[in-house]
């Protein structure tokens, strides 16, 4: 088929599957670099055990906090729990300074450096236990339909309320009270006390620091602003209902705490705060906040502490780097991979081991090294992209000679010491007979494991296609931005060229030791486009080796990769094949893998093209993918389609048009970044019980469990601080992700989005 014949028939396809209006109106101009000033990031903690179970919190001068327990009061101040008083407690709050608690023994009052403790008689007829307490510049008191005033040690003032209370709320701005009965919510006006709602159900209530009133009820929330009410339920995006504690924040904004997690809410965003990520307890009993924005939970499992910490993307950046080079470099070549915990949480203790992807894992440090280099000419950055080429390059060494060699050119997905225990033990041959009974396409190899020719080391075979892409990604990126000298660029383009070369002799697969081909490894055109049972990677498959010719190509100068390409392109359609690399189809439809893979091969794909012709088909092609992709959040996608697609246009029916990225993807791209968890430990996120979630239908995975899948009512999957990160091949549809916590993944999908977003200057930092 020839290539002129492909390009008209991939017009004539663009045509039919573009809508017949509102496309040009949707795309947008380029979107301009975005600032990213210091922002708030919020890491989760959990502060030391207390005797008991805490049940309510209040935050004092300082910032000391104040624990009811259920065996006692104590504060926390300068790093530790004191104990205040024995004996069970069920509220506190602040007077002024001093510090007032329901307890046991009634109402005690604690003050001074030691926390001294006086007690106040209570009011008759008051219990403790049942009571309701407001603090402030005097103490109020609520049970029944009776409300009481003390003013420091003075006779309480009694005040007959509307109805028997269920909860109360002080103003810290102007003292106002308001309470919550059966019938609605009253504020005292005056003398008197006037009904400013009637929606039923209100279990607790709070003024936040602009002096609005917040409810929660069993509908929802709702606030007074203005004189006006607002009211929010699920289909405003809240994650959850039944709450048990409502809290103002330190800047207007307000914390819900549920049986199944925490909740914050500004106004605009909701956050869900769930799982051992965020807190010690899902079961949350009181909130309280300081005045630097620090939330403190009341859970069954403890008293947790959510940071308010100050910082920016590049502070973060230096966290994960550091981690890395603490925990996750792996043996002496430093393939970067997670690393598992002795015990769940506990970051003292872990144990490295190797993957099925440890050349891509770790290429993918490599390249957000190479683009760290290309930003910021910081030479650590070149010497750790250094060290990620020369152990991908062994990966390539390693295999040739022994006593099983594989064809040169032939990469590794893995090493061993063979100090270690002999991984040829547990990966023999029976257990790939067992699982070949139950995946026909998995490949019997004996050994799975050969030793290198020295002896020293143990090399894992059957090498998929996405190994290849991520060598092929990095060392083009090392070969273009970080390569010092042209001896180095030579030396970068025979690593790739070997492989290429590999694959060329090969007919177009990828050939282990057992002179077959890897699982995955099958670019050729009567296996991609003759055998049916390929045509699911037919378009991702065509999509690769095209990159892979195009990459070699570029860093040798050699004319016989663009005769490989032009051949599979002219007699076989590859071009047309690219088109639609992703079988998946739909929004959800899953296999990020794929999409991983298919994404950095577009990079060089669109980069290296000297084809205009071609190139607009690549672009065309990443312009209908990133479609599908554009809600998954992804900074790491969007900022590859950002450059692929950077002045390129298509012509339809209807004339050209540029294929610029529509939509808020680079506002998106960085609020992703801000939240990216500082704690990459994989807790466990349940998210199948929210109330804002759309659940995906069997039509889009007709294979998968609809409940355990879905997005927001927005559209958009969930914030990535609400999920569990590790690479970007994971599914951001998956409701319930993570472990028990004795994982820790490294930092790298953070690091390569946000220092590729600093190359192509997407972001900027002061």
């Known amino acids: 088929m020839a290539r002129t014949h492909n390009l008209l028939l991939a017009a ?21 670099p975005a600032l990213v000033e210091p922002f708030v990031l919020q890491v989760g903690g959990t502060l030391p055990a207390l005797p008991g179970t805490a049940v309510s919190l209040a935050t004092g001068p300082g910032g000391v906090v104040a624990a009811a327990h259920d065996k006692g009061l104590a504060v926390w101040a300068a790093g530790a729990w004191k104990e205040v008083a024995a004996g069970a407690a069920h509220r506190v709050a602040w007077r002024g300074g001093d510090l007032a608690a329901l307890t046991a023994r009634g109402l005690l009052i604690a003050s001074g450096d030691r926390w001294r403790t006086t007690s106040v008689r209570l009011p ?56 919550a009965t059966a019938t609605g919510v009253y504020e005292r006006a005056g003398r008197s006390w006037k009904q400013v709602s009637a929606t039923p159900a209100v279990g607790h209530l709070a003024y936040d620091g602009k002096d609005r009133l917040w409810y929660a009820a069993a509908s929802g929330i709702g606030v007074r602003d203005g004189g006006a009410w607002k009211a929010y339920g699920p289909a405003d995006g809240l994650p959850m ?27 605009t965003n909701w956050e869900y705060r769930q799982g051992r990520r965020w807190l010690p307890g899902d079961a949350v009993a009181a909130i309280a906040v300081d005045a630097q924005a620090n939330a403190y939970f009341a859970t069954s499992e403890g008293v947790g502490k959510i940071e308010a910490r100050r910082t920016t993307l590049g502070e973060k950046a230096d966290v994960y780097e550091r981690a890395i080079a603490a925990m996750h470099r792996r043996t002496p070549y430093g393939f970067v991979e997670g690393v598992d915990l002795h015990t769940p949480g506990d970051l003292s203790k872990w144990v490295q081991g190797s993957s099925d992807n440890d050349g891509l894992w770790t290429a993918m440090y490599g390249a957000a090294e190479a683009f760290r280099y290309g930003a910021a000419k910081d030479p650590a950055a070149r010497d750790n992209a250094r060290k990620v080429f020369e152990a991908l390059k062994f990966l390539g060494d390693v295999t040739q000679g022994g006593t099983d060699p594989a064809p040169p050119g032939f990469i590794a997905r893995s090493i061993i010491e063979t100090t270690a225990t002999d991984p040829n033990i547990r990966d023999n041959e029976q257990r790939d007979r067992d699982k070949q009974k139950g995946d026909a396409y998995w490949k019997i190899l004996v050994p799975r494991w050969p030793k290198s020719a020295d002896g020293k080391w143990y090399w894992k075979t059957d090498t998929s296609s996405d190994e290849l892409v991520g060598h092929y990604f990095f060392n083009a990126l090392y070969h273009d931005i970080v390569a010092k000298d042209d001896a180095e660029k030579r030396e970068v383009a025979s690593v790739i060229t070997r492989t290429t070369d590999h694959l060329i002799a090969g007919d177009f697969f990828f050939v282990d030791h057992d002179g077959k081909p890897t699982r995955w490894g099958f670019f050729n055109p009567k296996e991609i486009n003759g055998n049916p049972w390929r045509r699911e990677e037919r378009g991702l498959n065509s999509q690769t080796i095209l990159a892979f010719l195009a990459i070699a190509e570029h860093v040798s100068g050699d004319p016989k990769y663009a005769a490989a390409k032009k051949k599979l392109i002219d007699e076989h359609g590859y071009d047309m094949n690219t088109l639609a690399p992703k079988v998946t189809p739909g929004v959800g439809g899953g296999n990020q893998s794929d999409d991983e893979m298919a994404f950095m091969n577009y990079y060089h794909l669109l980069a290296y093209e000297k084809d205009a012709e071609l190139k607009r ?36 029916a209807y004339g050209p048009f540029p294929l610029d990225m529509p939509g808020p993807w680079l506002e998106q791209s960085v609020d992703t970044l801000k939240r990216f968890p500082l704690n990459m430990i994989d807790w466990k996120q349940t998210n199948t019980a929210r109330l804002d979630i759309v659940n995906l239908g069997r039509h889009i995975r007709p294979d998968a469990d609809p409940a355990k899948l879905g ?56």
Request: glycine letters at 12%; proline letters at 5%; hydrophobic letters at 45%.
């Open 617 to 652: 088909s690549w672009a065309r092609s990443l312009y209908d993918y990133w479609q599908l992709e554009q809600y998954e959040l992804n900074p790491f996608f969007n900022f590859i389609a950002a450059t692929g697609l950077a002045g390129q246009t298509w012509l339809d």
């Open 241 to 267: 209902l039944g709450f048990t504690a409502l809290t103002p924040g330190a800047n207007g904004d307000i914390w819900l705490g549920t049986a199944s997690g925490a909740i914050r809410f500004d106004g």
């Open 124 to 179: 008759h007829g008051v219990d403790p236990a049942r009571a309701l307490l407001a603090g402030g510049p005097d103490l109020v008191l609520a049970q029944g339909d009776r409300l009481y005033r003390n003013d420091r040690g003075h006779a309480w003032r009694p005040d007959r309320l509307p109805g028997d209370v269920v909860a109360i709320a002080r103003s810290a701005k102007s003292g106002a009270i308001a309470v």
């Open 12 to 32: 004539a396809l663009a045509v039919a599957i573009i809508p017949a209006a509102g496309v040009h109106a949707a795309t947008t101009t380029a979107a301009a």
């Open 711 to 766: 997005m927001r009512r927005n559209g958009l999957v969930l914030p990535i601080d609400e999920r569990v990160i590790g690479h970007w091949n994971h599914d951001p549809y998956k409701l319930e992700q993570g472990g028990a916590g004795t994982h820790v993944n490294d930092g790298t999908s953070y690091l390569l989005p946000y220092w590729m977003g600093r190359y192509h200057k997407f972001i900027t930092e002061k």
